[in-house]
């Protein structure tokens, strides 16, 4: 569609409703799209068999496009009231014969009797029944581009504040916040984490990042979310977690509330995540004795001394070391349902990249645009694993990966099953040989042949490589530091020089005893000091 819009350049809402209502498998198969674009800047001249289908079809430059054209033109050239217009457009849209060639009769009837020409009318009948059978709807075709137009402009000048109000409206849907969110780091706009002291229920603009919203939270309702905001209000701002549960209505947030605010990062303000899941059970208690005490009127000389000890312990959290980032992330999985202060894959990058491993969003298009089956590499994790018994008798399972940009369903065929069984309930990231399976009417799925953990996966590493080094721009300082980088990243390639000078002189030289791991961070390390290109693979 965007390459359609740079090629027609619209400047009205009318040429956006033309060209929504186009864009369609039966117009574009049909060439009529590559006519419009000719038609609007000239290429094609405009043309109307009859002077008085002007004022019907200017707006679509000389082409039936909407159904209510079909019905405009019988009912100017044949005498059809509108509802009998209606029933055309709806025998066309049926294509069958009979009534067909029943209204075919009174179409040419009605414009013989306004005096057209026989030939152009029956020309024009057929264009009508060609036209209508994929003609669209004008006014669901206006309505669904104007409001294209003015979303697209939102996006465009507000980047923030629409993709926050896109991911509050897909709150209750994984799939499609991961989505987004991927699409906001595609944009340069950070989703940063949930907290107490920031957040509201929903997504929100922070700056130029955005806010995640507490209602994305698992386990945390809207009253929760109130007395959470509230208790903000009154504070200015939480200092601590024995302060959060004095304030906060406890009866709306339990045990299991709290718990999900600090796997989800939402108390990261407060302290590390290990040292408030640790002093949890003590914060609620004393806030619930607190509460008990204001309730029944204790709160007074009570008050002071508990105020006392707190000042006195200043509310010190213990010094422990906090979750690994495998707990961490995990613990975020759980309660948000994906990853939000990292992503297992993001270390992996260059590696997948050297692997040619696709994204699982790319698996989705590959397919839909060869319409054949694929076999490829991917990456991810693997999670929602069954295992299941065929009517033979065999074990197979059924799972999903999930990349940085989405998820797949995972078929493991009972051959491949008992081969790679202890793999498939990895919680590691993993590396997968699969095929691609797609069927009518459903999503793509993976069929896995191998699976292996993302660690040990083996890059295909060229044998030698060569770096040009001019002499004219070489220092002391560049040879310095190639030999730290070769001592750093040692392994089995060759390495030759190109020493080059002006004139054409070079001297092609091997660096004995430097054998080097050749991968893709090494090269960008190498085209750094000797300048981009600098590095030939040999493979």
Same mark, same amino acid.
């Given at each position: 569609m965007?390459?359609v819009?740079?090629?027609?350049?619209?400047?009205s809402?009318?040429d956006l409703?033309?060209?929504?209502?186009?864009?369609?498998?039966?117009?574009?198969?049909?060439?009529?799209?590559?006519d419009?674009?000719d038609?609007?800047?000239?290429?094609?001249?405009?043309?109307?068999e009859?002077?008085?289908?002007?004022?019907?079809?200017?707006?679509?430059?000389?082409?039936?496009?909407?159904?209510?054209?079909?019905?405009q033109?019988?009912n100017?050239?044949? *005498?059809?009231?509108?509802?009998?217009?209606?029933?055309l457009?709806?025998?066309?849209?049926?294509?069958?014969?009979?009534?067909?060639?029943?209204?075919?009769?009174?179409?040419?009837?009605g414009?013989?009797?306004?005096?057209?020409?026989?030939?152009?009318?029956?020309?024009?009948?057929?264009?009508?029944?060609?036209?209508?059978?994929?003609?669209?709807?004008?006014?669901?075709?206006? /309505?669904?581009?104007?409001?294209?137009?003015?979303?697209a402009?939102?996006?465009?000048?507000?980047?923030?504040?629409?993709?926050a109000?896109?991911l509050?409206?897909?709150?209750?849907s994984?799939?499609?916040?991961?989505?987004y969110?991927?699409?906001?780091?595609?944009?340069?706009?950070?989703?940063?984490a949930?907290?107490?002291?920031?957040?509201?229920?929903?997504?929100?603009p922070?700056?130029?990042a955005? !806010?995640?919203?507490?209602?994305?939270v698992?386990?945390?309702?809207?009253?929760?979310?109130?007395?959470?905001?509230?208790?903000?209000?009154?504070?200015?701002r939480?200092?601590?977690?024995?302060e959060?549960?004095?304030?906060?209505?406890?009866?709306?947030?339990?045990?299991?509330?709290?718990?999900?605010?600090?796997?989800? *990062?939402?108390m990261d303000?407060?302290? !590390?995540?290990?040292?408030?899941?640790?002093?949890?059970?003590?914060?609620?208690?004393?806030?619930q004795?607190?509460?008990?005490?204001?309730?029944s009127?204790?709160?007074?000389?009570?008050?002071?001394?508990?105020?006392?000890?707190?000042?006195?312990?200043?509310?010190?959290?213990?010094?422990?070391?906090?979750?690994?980032?495998?707990?961490?992330?995990?613990?975020?999985?759980?309660?948000?349902?994906?990853f939000?202060t990292g992503?297992?894959?993001?270390?992996?990058?260059?590696?997948?990249?050297?692997?040619?491993?696709?994204?699982i969003?790319?698996?989705?298009?590959?397919?839909?645009?060869t319409?054949?089956?694929?076999?490829i590499?991917?990456? *991810?994790?693997i999670g929602n694993?069954?295992?299941?018994?065929s009517?033979?008798?065999?074990?197979?399972?059924?799972?999903t990966?999930?990349d940085?940009?989405?998820?797949?369903d995972?078929?493991?065929?009972?051959e491949?099953?008992?081969?790679?069984?202890?793999k498939?309930?990895?919680?590691v990231?993993?590396?997968v040989?699969?095929?691609?399976?797609?069927?009518?009417?459903?999503?793509p799925?993976?069929t896995?042949?191998?699976?292996?953990p993302?660690?040990?996966?083996?890059?295909?590493?060229?044998?030698a490589?060569?770096?040009?080094?001019?002499?004219?721009?070489?220092?002391?300082?560049?040879?310095?530091?190639?030999?730290?980088l070769?001592r750093?990243?040692?392994?089995?390639?060759r390495?030759?020089?190109?020493?080059?000078?002006?004139?054409d002189?070079?001297?092609?030289?091997e660096a /004995? *005893?430097y054998?080097v791991l050749?991968?893709?961070?090494?090269?960008?390390?190498?085209?750094?000091?000797c300048?981009?290109?600098?590095?030939?693979?040999i493979s």
């Amino acid at each position: 569609m965007r390459d359609v819009l740079r090629k027609y350049q619209p400047n009205s809402i009318e040429d956006l409703t033309a060209l929504n209502a186009l864009y369609r498998p039966g117009p574009i198969q049909g060439g009529m799209i590559d006519d419009f674009v000719d038609r609007k800047h000239g290429r094609k001249k405009v043309e109307y068999e009859l002077p008085e289908l002007k004022e019907i079809l200017q707006e679509t430059l000389g082409v039936i496009v909407y159904q209510e054209q079909v019905m405009q033109i019988a009912n100017r050239l044949a *005498g059809y009231s509108l509802g009998e217009a209606d029933l055309l457009r709806r025998a066309m849209g049926k294509k069958k014969a009979e009534e067909m060639a029943q209204q075919r009769e009174r179409f040419v009837q009605g414009a013989a009797q306004r005096k057209f020409p026989p030939k152009k009318i029956e020309k024009i009948f057929d264009l009508m029944a060609q036209f209508a059978g994929y003609g669209f709807n004008k006014s669901h075709s206006a /309505a669904y581009a104007l409001l294209a137009y003015h979303t697209a402009y939102l996006k465009t000048h507000y980047p923030v504040e629409f993709m926050a109000a896109l991911l509050t409206s897909v709150t209750g849907s994984t799939d499609d916040v991961v989505k987004y969110i991927n699409e906001c780091r595609e944009m340069g706009i950070a989703v940063e984490a949930p907290d107490i002291n920031v957040s509201d229920a929903n997504f929100t603009p922070h700056g130029e990042a955005i !806010r995640f919203g507490l209602a994305a939270v698992k386990n945390v309702g809207g009253n929760a979310i109130e007395s959470i905001v509230g208790a903000r209000k009154k504070l200015g701002r939480f200092k601590s977690i024995y302060e959060f549960c004095e304030n906060v209505d406890l009866r709306l947030l339990n045990k299991r509330v709290l718990e999900s605010l600090i796997k989800s *990062g939402a108390m990261d303000s407060l302290g !590390r995540r290990a040292q408030l899941m640790t002093v949890l059970d003590r914060a609620m208690d004393r806030a619930q004795k607190a509460q008990r005490d204001v309730e029944s009127g204790q709160h007074g000389l009570f008050g002071v001394f508990q105020q006392e000890e707190s000042e006195a312990n200043n509310d010190r959290l213990p010094n422990i070391p906090d979750w690994d980032e495998q707990a961490r992330l995990a613990a975020e999985k759980e309660i948000l349902g994906f990853f939000i202060t990292g992503h297992p894959l993001e270390k992996y990058k260059d590696k997948l990249a050297d692997l040619q491993a696709l994204r699982i969003d790319e698996i989705a298009v590959m397919t839909r645009s060869t319409g054949k089956d694929e076999t490829i590499a991917t990456a *991810g994790i693997i999670g929602n694993v069954r295992v299941l018994k065929s009517k033979r008798g065999d074990f197979y399972a059924q799972a999903t990966l999930e990349d940085m940009s989405g998820s797949i369903d995972m078929i493991v065929f009972p051959e491949a099953y008992k081969r790679i069984q202890d793999k498939v309930k990895l919680e590691v990231p993993v590396l997968v040989r699969a095929g691609v399976r797609i069927e009518e009417g459903t999503n793509p799925k993976i069929t896995a042949a191998e699976i292996m953990p993302l660690e040990d996966a083996k890059v295909p590493l060229p044998r030698a490589i060569r770096i040009r080094v001019p002499l004219e721009t070489a220092a002391e300082s560049t040879v310095d530091d190639l030999h730290t980088l070769f001592r750093e990243r040692k392994g089995e390639a060759r390495v030759l020089f190109d020493v080059e000078r002006t004139g054409d002189f070079m001297v092609v030289m091997e660096a /004995a *005893g430097y054998n080097v791991l050749p991968d893709r961070n090494f090269i960008a390390r190498v085209e750094q000091l000797c300048g981009r290109g600098s590095v030939r693979v040999i493979s």
